[in-house]
Structures are given as C-alpha cells and as structure tokens.
C-alpha cells in the first residue's frame, strides 16, 4: 500500500493501472458509441472529465454527512447536476458537436465510471485525493476515447477531420467502412484489448 | 432573472427528493435485515477461480466459512499472501499465514530413463492413461508425464518437459496439494518447504527388477540407510524414506546413491527451469 | 550409473515389438474431417466450374484471390501462434471456395483476397480454430466486405455474359434495363414498377443465371451437390428442407412465388452450403430444424420488410448467435430418462 | 399383456448405433478344443464383485474343477482349477483389466484328472430357486457376455419387482466374434434347458432368445430346439450395439431401464446365451465354469477359429496354438474391436469373461488419434449415440474438467459401447473420455458430500 | 426513528434544493442562446437553401402553417417566408432516421436550394446525401415534374432507401407549396 | 397508422431493429460483465426488465404531471429520472430483501447494477421526451405506448444477454488465443452479433 499512497499515484494510475475502459470496464458505451471520430472523443472525453472531477469533490466534501441509505440517490444527483450544466453548456456553445454526441452527454450520468469513482473511491477518500483520482480517471477515458478515434476514423474515412480541417489522410484508397460503423467499434475496443493483455503478458515473462 | 422558474424547480425537485427521501428511510426502517455483508466482501476478495484448492467445493463456501469462523483467513491457497491481507483486512483480524509446504513428485524417470511396455494412444492424460493398461509404462509406480497435476495446478507450478520429467517450481507452488489428489499414480506429497534432499522414486518393485526398467529407480540398496548419521532415512517396501524431521540436509545420501534416487532437489530445479515452456496463468473467459 | 543405464537400455524393446494400447473402440469410420472437407468441395466442383465457364477469368479471380486469402491467412495465423498448421484439412480452403460463391463476379482482386484473410482470422482462429467458431466464417468475411465497400458488393454483377446456356431473350432485355439481380427485378416488379411473371425467370435461375453472385449460376446444380452430400450423408437433410420450405411457405403466406423465393439470392446455396456448416448450427435433430426454420424467417423478414436486397446471409449470421442458445436448451431426451423410463 | 414386441415395430425401436465392418470369418468353422497350457494363471478377480481368497497353498496338487479361491461377499463368484497340477505360486500377474491382480499359478500334469467335487446337483426343476441359486454360485458361473457379474445376484431380483421377461442375449455385435454364433449352433438344446432353468429361478412369464439378422442358421437351429418350449425368437436388426442390454430391452420389449436403475425394474433379466449353457452344463454334469469359447480372429493372427479354451490359459499360448503372429506387433485385443480391452502383454489370461482374442496388425490400426479433445462439431456422434446422450459434449466437458455440466448431460447412462468414437471423423477417443469424466465426476461429487456433511454436524453443533 | 427518517429525507432534500438552483441558475442563463443556436441553425439552412436572401432579418417564421394550407401534407415542419420565396422544412424516413431538409422555393414556385439540417444516415452511403451535386439536381424543379430515380434524379450509389427518402421530402415541400393559397 | 401495428413496430424497434446493446450501444457494461454464465445473464435480464418497466412509468407519469405543468422539464429531467430509478432500484432491494431472501440471491445483486445500467435512463427518457434515440417512427408516446416500447428495449436486452452468455460459455472450453481470452473475445463476439443485427436495419421503415 505505501507506494500507492502517493499523490501522483491516485493520479496516474487511472491512465494504466486502472484505466476505466481498458482494465475496469465501465463506460464503456459512451466509448464505443462515439469514438468514430476523434473530434467527438476530444469533446465527450473533456465532458466526462469535467463531470467527475467535480462530483469527487463535492462527494469526497459531504461524504461524512450523508447517511448511507440514501448515498446512491444523493451521488447521482450530485452527479447528475454537473452532467445537466454540461448539457445545457454545450447545447448553448457547441451546438454542432452537441448535435453529433446526442444522447450520450445525458447519458454521462449513467456511465458507470462515474458512479463507480463516487461510490468506490469518493466516498471513502479525502478531497485533494477523489479530486486526482477524478482527473485520472477523465484523462484515461479521454485518452481511450482518442487511440479508439484515431484508429476509426483513419482507417473507416482514410482521413481525420478535425475541427473541420483534414489533418492526416490516408491517400487514395477505398477505406473499409466498417471502421466507422457499429461492428468497427466492438472490433477495435477488441483488438485493442488484446494488444494490451498481449504487451503485458509479455512484460510479466 | 427567473426566479420563478427556479422555485418551481427547487419545487419540483425537492419534492420528488423528499418523497424518495422519506420513502427510503421508511422502508430501510420497515424492511431491515440483517445479512452479513462480509461474506460477498471475502468472496471478491479470493481469487474466484473455484479451483477448490482450499477443501471446498467452490469459492463461495470458503467465504461463508471464513466468515463463520470456520476456515482462516488464508483458506484461499491460490491466492497466496496478497489475498490473504485483504481478506483478513475485512474480517478485521491479524493475518497469521501459515507456512504451507511444496509439492515434490517421487519420481524421476522421464522417457529416457524408463522404459516402455507398450505405445500408449489416446488423451494427454495420466488419470486416462492409468485406466488403459497401465498407460504404457513398465514401471507401475512411475509418473506418467502426461500432465494431470500441470492441469490441475491453478498458480501453473509444475513444468513438464518433451522427455516427459516434470519439475516443480517452488517458488510458485503454494502446497496447495491439489495435484496430490489428481495424481493417478499417488506420486506427489506436500514436503516441508525448506526440504530439499529427497528420494525421487517411488516403485515398490524388487531392485533387481526396478533396475531392469528404470535407470534412475530405487534399488533398495541401503546404502543411504548406511551412510545417514542422523537416522534420517530407511528402506521401507523397496524404497527409501526420509524422515524430515530428522534429516539434517547434510546431503550425504544424495553422494552414495548409485542410481541418483536421492536427489537434492534446487539442481533439478535449476536444470530444468532454463527448458521452462512460455506459460502464463489463461484468464477465464 | 553409466552401468545401470546400459541395462536399461538394453531392456528396452524396440518399438516394433511393443504392443498398441489404447481405449476402445479399436476400429474407427474411414471418414476424416479432410475427406468430410474435400465431399463438400467436390459437391461444389460442378456448380464452379460452370460459373466460371459463364463468368469468365473475372470469375476465375475471385475464386482463386479468396481461396488464397482464406488459406494463406490460416497458414500465418497458425504459424505465428505456434499452433500446429492445419490447411491440409481443407477446411480453410472450402471457407474460401464459399465466400467466393458468394461474391460478385466482377469484384477488384484485392476485395476477395481481403475477404478470405477476415474470414479466417475474425470468423475462425480468434475463437481458437476449426471447430470453435460461432459464426460461419465465410459469411463473417462476406458481411465485413458488404458493409465495408458496400458500393462494389451491390454493384459488381456480370454486365456481359460471357456465355449463354439458356434461352433467356425476354429477361435478358429486362436486365439490361436494371442491370441488377432477379431478386430486384422482381422487388420492382411486385411495386408494379416492372411486369415480368417470376415463372419467366424459373429456367435461368435453374439453368444459367448470370445476374447475380458466382454461386448463383445455377440452382441444378447446387441441388446436385446437395444430393451428393446427402447420400454421403454428410449432412443433415433438415436442415435446406425445412429453411428452404420455411421461405417458400412464407412467401406463399405474403403472395409472393415461393419457386421464385426458394431459387433466387442465393438461398439454395445458403441453405445447402452454409447453413449446414457443422460448426455453427445446432447438434441435434430438433435443434437443427428450430435453427434452419428461423433462417427461412429471417429471411423473409429481411427480404420483404427491410432495404436489403436479400436476407440469406444475416438469416443465418443471426441464427449462428442463437445456435449456442439452442444448443443449450434442446437436448436429446437420454435413454432412460423422463417419460420412457416409465412401466411399460 | 406379453412384452414382445412384433419384428416391423422393433425397427422404428432402433436409435443409434453403427454398422462397423462384420469380419465374422469364423462363423462356419467348427468349435475346437483348445491348448492343453503348461500352466495356468487364474486370477481370484475374474467378475464385477469382492475377489476370492486362495483356498489352495504353493506346493499344493490341485484338481480339475477342484475350488480354488473363494470369498464370503454376497456379489462375487468362486474361482476353480481349469487343469490338474501343482500350485506354483500365489503371485501378483497382469490381469486383461489392465492392473496387476493377485492369480494362482498352476503347473499343469498335463492329466486333467477330475476333481471329485464335480457331481451334477440333480434336477434343477425339482429344488427350490435359492438351491438352485446356490449351485450356479458355487460352481463360479458369472455372466459371459462381457461384464462377468454373478449370475446368481442378478438371477436373485428383488420381491417387489416381479420378472417378467427373460432375455436370453443371442445378439453378439461385435465384429469378429462368433463365440454365442458357434453355441448357438452347435448347441442350442443346451441354451434352451439353461432358458428354462432361468426362467424357473426368476418366475419369467416369456422367454424371448434374441438374435442379429446376420445370424440366419443360428435362428433357424434356435428355433427348431426352443419351439416345443414355447420360446420366442426375436430377430434384432444387425446393428451394433443391438446385444447391450439396455438397448436390447427398449428393442425388444419398449420399455426403458430408468436412468441408474437395473432391468428388473422394468421386469426383464437379460442373460447371455453362453450363460444359458453354463448352467445347463452345471446341471447336466456338474461342471463349474472352468472352461469358455473364445474367438481367436484378426488379420496378426495365423489361424483364426473358435476354441474352448481352459480358464487361465495365457494369451501367448493360445496364439501359438494358432499359428503364431503374422506381421509386425499390432494390437492385442481381448473382447471385440468396439469394447474390448487393449493389452500390453500377452503374458495375460483367458478370464471367464473374454469372448475373444484378437490380433490386429500395425499396419492396420487407426493410430492418429489427437492428445486432446478435437471436435467440428459434425454431430454424428449425437446421431449414432443409442444412449440419445450428447458425446460431444461430455467429451469436451471432461477433458476441461467441468465436471458439474457432466451430470446435466448424464454422463452416467454411458454404456461406453463406442460408437460416438467410432463415428467420430476427428477420432477424438471419447470412450476415454467418458471414463475420465464418470471418475471425475464420482470424485467431485463425494468432495461436494462431504463438504455438506461436516457442515451440517458443525451445525448441529453449534 | 423518526428522526433518522427527518435525516434521511432532509440530507437529500438539501442536496436536491441545492441542485435545483443551481440547474436553474444554469438553465437561466443558458436559454436564451440556446433557443438562438437552434433557431440560428435552421435559419443558416434557409439562407442556404434560398440563396437570395442574405440576411437572416429578412426571414420570418410563419405560425399559421395549417389555416394557410387548409390540408395536411404529412412531412411538413415549418415554413419561413420571405419576399425572395419561401422555404419548407420537411421531415422523412431515411435509412438510419428521419432526414431533415429545407428546401427553398422562389416565387416562380421552382426550387432555388436544398439544405440539409440533419440526419443520421450512414457515413460513406447515405451521408453523401450532403454532397453538392447530389442535391444540386433538384434546382429548377417544380410541382408536377417527373422526379423519377435513375431517369431525372441520379441516385446515391448504393443508397436507394436514403434517395427516396430525400425524394419525398422534395415531393411533399413542392406540394405544400402548391396547396399555399396565394 | 393503426394502432395495434404503431404498438407492433414500436415493440419490434425497440427489440431488433434498434437493439439497445448492439445498435444502440447502451447498457454495453452490464452486457459485458454479467454475462460469463446464462443463469445470471437470465437472472439480469429479468430484473432489468422489472426495474426498467416500473422507471418509465414513473418517469411518464413525474413528467407529463410535474415536470412539464411546472416548465422546468428542460433541465430537470436528468437529475429527476435518475433520482426515480436510483431509488426504485434501492426500494425494490430493500422489499426482495426482505420478502424472499433466495429471490434476493437470485436477483438481488443485480440490482445496484442497475441503477447504472445506462439502458434504464435512455429508456425511460426516451419514452417520455421522445426524439432522444432517433428512431424513425412518431413521436408522443401514451403511457401504453411508452411501456410498449420498454418492455421491447428491455427484451432486446435480454435476448442479446442470453445468446452472449450462451455464447461464451461455449467459448469457455475454446482455445481462444492468450490474448484474446476473456473480455477481448468477448468485443470480437459482439462485433459480429452486432454485424448480423445490421441486416435488420430499416426493417418495415424503421
Ligand atoms: C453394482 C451392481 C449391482 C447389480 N445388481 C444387479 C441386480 O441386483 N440384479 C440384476 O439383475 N443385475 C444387477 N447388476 C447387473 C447389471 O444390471 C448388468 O447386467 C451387468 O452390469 C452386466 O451388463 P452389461 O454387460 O450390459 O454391462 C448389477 C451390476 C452392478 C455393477
Ligand atoms: C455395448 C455393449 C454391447 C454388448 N453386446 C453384447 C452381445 O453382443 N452379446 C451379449 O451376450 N452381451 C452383450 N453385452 C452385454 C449385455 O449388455 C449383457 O450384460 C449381457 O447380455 C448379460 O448377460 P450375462 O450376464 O449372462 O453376461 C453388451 C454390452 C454392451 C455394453
Ligand atoms: C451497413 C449498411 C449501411 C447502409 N446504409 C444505408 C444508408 O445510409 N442509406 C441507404 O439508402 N441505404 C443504406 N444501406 C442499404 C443498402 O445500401 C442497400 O443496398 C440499399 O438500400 C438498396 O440497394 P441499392 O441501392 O443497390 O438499390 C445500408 C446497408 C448496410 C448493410
Ligand atoms: C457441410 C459443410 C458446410 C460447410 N459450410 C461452410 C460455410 O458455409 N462457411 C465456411 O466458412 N465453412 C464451411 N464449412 C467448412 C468448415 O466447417 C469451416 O471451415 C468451419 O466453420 C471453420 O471452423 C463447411 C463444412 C461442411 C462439412
Ligand atoms: S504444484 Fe501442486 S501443490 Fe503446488 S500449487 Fe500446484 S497443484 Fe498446488
Ligand atoms: S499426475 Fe502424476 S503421473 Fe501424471 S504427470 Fe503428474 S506426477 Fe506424473
Ligand atoms: S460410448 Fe456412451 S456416449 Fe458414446 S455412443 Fe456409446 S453410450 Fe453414447
Ligand atoms: S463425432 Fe467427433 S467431431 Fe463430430 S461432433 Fe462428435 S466429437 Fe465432435
Ligand atoms: S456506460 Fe453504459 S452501461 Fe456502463
């Protein structure tokens, strides 16, 4: 425990150790919903990030007030306050990109991710600590949100737009469109799955 | 500004919270139970492979026992000592590990050294194998090598190489003893860990006739008998015991032993560990 | 110790002389699953051979870029995981013969090639080889290739014949209109956009039917590589009876020609070829029917109610994902007990 | 209301089962004694049941006949001297079970002289079924149609279940083997007294003697020796395995042995017809079980024929009585290709009940079996299997040893008949299998049980 | 008892009154641009699809759709008029979800534009559908012209349900337009 | 439209055409960690469907008789229909608990899984403020409608659990590569599941 205990480690270690989608495995539908573009993965993963950050504190701030029959419906509207400004904040700011994410900045509320860091980690732990492990568990969302994007994109469009300017392009090949659709998205979480199980199998020999 | 708009939805809000509120604090109230919570808290704890290494038949059995006090808190012997903190961390009491012994298989005849009597076809199974004719090993006391206990070992601690010889890697084994159980042939028992001279044989055949089908067996010849000043080690049915607690490990035995039946086990250890195939523990599916 | 090993050695006999053991039974059936594998490719050597004699070295291409992608693809696979190869069961080789009867004749190289390589790895050896797929790895190669280059796969058909076998002057003016498969010409016509009788198009689709993928050609024939499976009895027959008659009593229900339903898209291949893939349909009897009556839904469902032009290859996609659920809930009832276990 | 059933109906009756190649090349040959052996070797186990004690000491002259071993267990069977001799050794030697099991080792004299012991017991018909029961124990007569069980347990059903059929097993399966062919020819007024025996003993309503198809002159023999006494001769389709009991009783009769139940709970005794003779014998002469006919068939072999060979006589013996080998070492086979027992020596003995040897040559066998479970699924196995299991499935459960799913696919109605195996295309050896699963599963099973019980006695306790 | 019901209840009637305000507060502050952008985003497709007008000033929502109409045309959303002409909005099935278009029609009654607004339709397929010289081809048209697929209108390859779909939407705006009493 | 065949698409829609877990990506955690054996994912399905059925109704019936008189739908039903379902699920625990301890066994520990199973808002939100999943039929459901079409979205989870959980207990005895075992196969799966439900796309215009 006494090395964990470090203030960078309740940071880092939701990037690797436990990141949300690759090792823990929960929120994994925004994820896979909408990273076939990486501009999305950007937007959601910034969302996201926003509202865990800031639930952790105010849980990890009331948590020794609130009595533990009613902890779960407290959280969620904690939680569920902070996806509703996101919401209405998008909404009114980014209206295009608000549009391509549709239901899945509601939809924040119910990503188990952040639940799960409320009950498991915020509630227990101070607030400096739930503030880092929020930010962790945000940047490896956003970051899982990225690799997925880039992968989808490139090879779903043979380009990556990216505020509406082409960023890479694949040059003139005819790119599987699977990528890009509901099968590629299943495909690639898989396989990017796989490298990691296979990276560490080899790193534990 | 809307202040209108904000009291109803404090209103509404509010409202519906209270109900909820109310309604969840009468019917945590009305409908209390009590359920040891601890139980499902030591399940996620073990290793949740119902491999059944600790006695019982599944993961969920052990917990219950741990928590009614009827197993310890390192019931589960796959898990090791990691597992063994955090369940004891639950149940709120010190961790008192029991030093658990390692595996050691009597027998040392891989293909090369024993011979024979028949071409066994079917399964890569001894507990199948056993029942076909004696899988096709002359000697009927010998292991063989088809890798029962390897599958059954849930940390992956026995390595078993194309001649058939299987090496225990002890510092993985956590004497689980369920390979003692799986063993066809009764060849594996759990020694002291610090053990590390020990009779590699286990035929219960004459020397003269062990000699013709083994090269590495047990002849009987009472030569370490002889040669222990410790009164450590005897011939008992045609193979050589060592009593552990009186051996001393001064390893005299191992020099005298014609047919290298006696063997000090860190130099197998150490040949073998260099052939160990690429394994790594398979994650459920 | 030098000495003791020589006795031994001297003991051991050489293998000649030492007995087989081994379980019960002693003799075995002359089949193998590469005499199993090469049945169902010789079954499928007639309608091939005449495709490419109407399709020509487009054709010829098809067939040989995907049989070399399936086969090529296992043979890496398998060597990168150290896993004993295993083309010489010619399992992989019928995956790719059946993707590209699948396939439309005038397909680029590369999409069959592609196709054979996904079919192996994505439908097969991520599940850990032959035998343990859930989903027809031929299809899975097909469905990859139909939504990933969506615009080759509807729009590559013969545009010139090579070769005519039957009379077919009426439709061939049809087509040459629509350029597109009968299925559609009959979709059209069902809307009234078209006034051709399905009965027009029973010959050619028996006979020679060029309009539509490799394997299309010629429901004759498939039925004749039916017939051998059957007397071979490689495989089960309820499967294509009771798929095939499930369409057909369905489009009769619709109003629409069952003959026309059960010879057009590819069924009779479907349901001869690939739905009795032992791998992915259910192992017994009943379970069989169950599954290949839910593909004839399926597919009437998709064919008249959906945009896609034919059901065949998700039908049996989809009953592939039910099979372990059959599976699991029909089993044989064993000897002994339940209900015949009672006095008689 | 008579349990048989007429022959049309039996087909539809049929579920599962092979048609293996029949080899039946010894069906016309005449039954010959067999070797006089040097020696014997007689195993104190030869039947499902408590071994025998030795009743004899080394150094002991032993006579023909003369009881050997015998134990006090209810479900065993007395073992006797097949020759005249001494007693060379009480010693631990291969059994055809595959495990060493301790035998009585005789030197024959080469005189054969009989025991004095061996008296006929006088008219079976006129003594109480328990007398009868007694003799059948004493004189070591056990089932000869392969599992070897002691015939007088299984002639001794339970009050409640009153018999009502009497199957006298004329099937004979197995490839190769025409053993029961043989006696049915040549001696079926024997079989039709033993029937009548049994029949008396059980209280069975019906006798039906049950023969294969291919059988054609043994049916015509049995008929003309059974229809004064009324027996029934049924005519099985010739299929394997159409001679287990349980698929023979659902042919005949429709009736299914429950699920770990014995046929007497459906009212049926089922013996072989070499059984039928035995006590036919016994009642006749006096003669306990000393001697068997064994087919001694196979392409490794030279002479192949029917012999009556003498309880103990080792296979190398009665091979060289053959002919000897003929090519390279291929299998030795003890029982039929589909359930018999593989060897590893020939040093091993005829026991009562093996119904033939058989010698395959190398070049012959089948030896590309996988080292694990192989399967796509073809589902042959489910289509052939008599049993309406599921093999592939037990299969593939027993070799990742799930044992629990083992039980929900009932591994234990099993008959291990072979047939899944046979079919199989991957040659996946699932008899094997089976056998591993049924232990695995009998294991976990006890562990569970236990568990349970120190549970609730703690319980109790506290 | 009682009083941990009291507890209960009023820990989470804070945290909700709390969070009601401040999603008030939010929302307060947030309406009016959003109600904007929304508007802002069908107006920019009016603007594209009637390119006359160039300023959104000049266009203004019309409230009185169905005494103007008198009969229902089933797609129909909205209709801005302008002194340039009007534009449609219309609403129908595509292949992925209902396809949004505006589609501008001068006073001479024939298409001037067609913008689309949203739609969900397969990238790569039906998405094309935003392409330029697809929806170009129906400039000029007018109630009454033929619009048949693969004769007067080329088709989005491999798209036929997301071309109907665009094709009603066109049909059903010209009617509308047609059933305006003038 | 007639109104036994608007119940019939609005329940077919739901089931298959938009499958909550492969097309429409929703409830994806659930789907992939209660699905290692049928009992459970039967188990699961089960309580999803009770709870799911019970937050729409309740949810139907706070909006169109509070939540819309009082004007403040707009940015409370988030936080509203969550604080419904949070406590339905923490009420019906409490009630099983208490009632049935082996159906509590059964279902009980399903159930604070639930509460973030993402299926359960998006159904209940799309029921009743419709537009939310873009489905191409018409909006305004009735409360019957509105259960109509949850009982489809709650059955087209459970059939996608049940055929997943089946799935992989077959690939339990399968030599899936050391890589791939575990949740990776199990992506590969769905992927595939999910390849086949796109053949009933836009099935009867949907
Ligand atoms: C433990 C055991 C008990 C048996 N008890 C009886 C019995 O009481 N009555 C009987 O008729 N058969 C009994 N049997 C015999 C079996 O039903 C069966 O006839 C025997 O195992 C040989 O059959 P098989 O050659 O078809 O395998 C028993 C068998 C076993 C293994
Ligand atoms: C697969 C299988 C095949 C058998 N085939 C025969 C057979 O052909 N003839 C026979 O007499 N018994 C055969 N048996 C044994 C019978 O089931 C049964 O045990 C026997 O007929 C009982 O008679 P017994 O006790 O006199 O031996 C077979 C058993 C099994 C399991
Ligand atoms: C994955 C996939 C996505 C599709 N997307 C669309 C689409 O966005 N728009 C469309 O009209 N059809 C779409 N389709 C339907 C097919 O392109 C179909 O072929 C078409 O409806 C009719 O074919 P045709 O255009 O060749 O006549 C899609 C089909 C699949 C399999
Ligand atoms: C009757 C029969 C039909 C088959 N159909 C197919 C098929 O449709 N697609 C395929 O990839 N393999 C097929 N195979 C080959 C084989 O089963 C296939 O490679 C396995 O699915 C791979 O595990 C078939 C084999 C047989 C015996
Ligand atoms: S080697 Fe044996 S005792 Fe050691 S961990 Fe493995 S199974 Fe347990
Ligand atoms: S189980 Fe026994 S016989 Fe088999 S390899 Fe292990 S030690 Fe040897
Ligand atoms: S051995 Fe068992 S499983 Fe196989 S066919 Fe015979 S009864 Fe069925
Ligand atoms: S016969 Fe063999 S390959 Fe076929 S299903 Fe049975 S075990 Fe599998
Ligand atoms: S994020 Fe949707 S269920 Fe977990």
Known sequence: ?205 | MDWSLIFKAVLALGGLAIVFGVLLAVASVKFHVEIDPRVDEVLDALVGSNCGACGFPGCLPAAEAVVKGKAPVDVCVAGGKAVAEAVAKIMGVEVTVTERGVAHVHCRGGLSESIPNAIYQGIDSCAAAEKIAGGGKACKYGCLGLGTCKAVCPVNAIIIDEDHRRVVNRDKCTGCGLCVEACPRHLIEIVPRKQIILVKCSSKDKGSVAKKICTVSCIACKKCEKVCKYDAIHVRKNRAWIDYDKCTQCGKCVEVCPTTAVVKVTAIRERKSREKASESTPAPV | MADNKKTAEEKRRPPEELFHIGVSPHVRDRDTTSSIMGWVIAALIPLTAYSIYIGGLSTLTVIICSIAGAVGCEFVLQRFMHKPITIHDLSAALTGLLLALTLPPRLPFWMPLIGGAVAIALGKQVFGGLGHNIFNPALVGRAFLFISWSKYMTTSYLQKPVAWVVNTSTIKSINAITSATPLFAMSEARKGALDIQASKYYLPLLFGNPWGCIGEVSGALIILGLIILLTKRLIDWRIPVCYVGTVMILSLIIGADPVFSALAGGLLLGACFMATDYVTNPMTSWGKAIFAVGCGIVTVVIRFYSHLPEGVMFSILFMNGITPVIDRFIKPRPYGVGKGSAKA | MAGFISSAKRYFLTKGGVHPRQNKRTASIMVFPGPNPEQVIIPLVQHTGAPCEPLVEVGDRVLVGQKIGDSDAYVSAPVHSSVSGEVAGIISHPHPTGKDVLSIQIVSDGLNELSPEVIPPGDPFQISPEEVRKFIRDAGIVGLGGAAFPTHVKLAPPAEKPIRTLIINGAECEPYLTADHRLMIERGKDIVRGALIIKHVVGAEEVIIAIESNKRDAVQRMREAGQKDGMHIAVLPTRYPMGAEKTLIRTLTGREVPSGGLPSDVGVVVNNVGTAAAIADLFEKGAPLIERIVTVCGDGVAGNANLRIKIGTMARDVIEFCGGYVGGRGKLIFGGPMMGLAQYSDRVPVVKGTSGILVLRRENLFIKEPAHFTCIRCGRCVRYCPMNLMPYALGMYADSGIWDKLEQFNVNDCIECGCCAYVCPTKNPLVQLMKVGKEGLAKRKKKLEEFEHSFSEEESVG | MIERILRLGLTLLIVSIVAAVGLGLTYAVTKERIAKQKEAEEVKACIDALPEVKSPSELKEDKDLEKRMKKKVEGVMKVYTSKKGEVILVKARGYGGPINLAVGIGKDGKIQGVAVISHNETPGLGANLEKEEFLSQFKGKKNGDPLEIGKDVKPITGATVTTKAVLTDIKEALKAYSLFGR | MNEAYRYFLLFLGALLVYNIILIRFIALCPFMGVSTQVETAIGMAMSVLFVMTMATTVSWISWNYILKPLGVGEFLYIPVFILIIASLVQFVEMVIKKISQPLYRAMGIYLPLITTNCAVLAAATEAVKPGFLKLNIAYHFSLPEAIIYTIGVALGFGLVMIMFACIRERLETSPVPHSFRGAPIGFIVAALLSLAFMGFANLLGL
Do not use: H
Request: proline share 5%; charged share 15%; hydrophobic share 55%.
């Open chain 1, 1 to 205: 425990m006494d090395e964990k205990t470090s203030l960078f480690y309740e940071f880092k270690k939701g990037i690797v150790e436990e990141n949300p989608l690759m090792k823990l495995m929960v929120g994994l539908c925004s994820a896979l919903a909408v990273s076939n573009r990486v501009e999305n993965g950007i937007f959601l993963g910034l969302a996201a990030t926003f509202v865990i950050f800031f639930s952790n504190i105010i849980i990890a701030s009331i948590r020794k007030r609130i009595p533990d029959q009613v902890r779960i419906p407290v959280f969620i509207v904690v939680i569920a306050s902070f996806v509703t400004i996101v919401d209405l904040t998008m909404k009114a700011y980014f209206p295009a990109v608000y549009d391509r994410l549709g239901v899945w900045i509601p939809l924040i509320v119910v990503n188990c991710m952040i639940l799960a860091r409320a009950e498991g980690f915020a509630y227990k732990n101070p607030i400096l600590r739930s503030a880092l492990d929020g930010l962790g568990i945000g940047m490896g969302y956003t970051l899982v949100l990225l690799v997925m994007g880039v992968i989808r994109e490139l090879f779903g469009t043979g380009k990556i737009v990216l505020f509406e300017k082409t960023i890479v392009t694949l040059g003139p090949v005819n790119p599987p469109l699977i990528f890009v659709m509901f099968p590629g998205a299943f495909l690639t979480f898989g396989c990017l799955m796989a490298l990691l199980n296979r990276y560490e199998m080899s790193k534990k020999e």
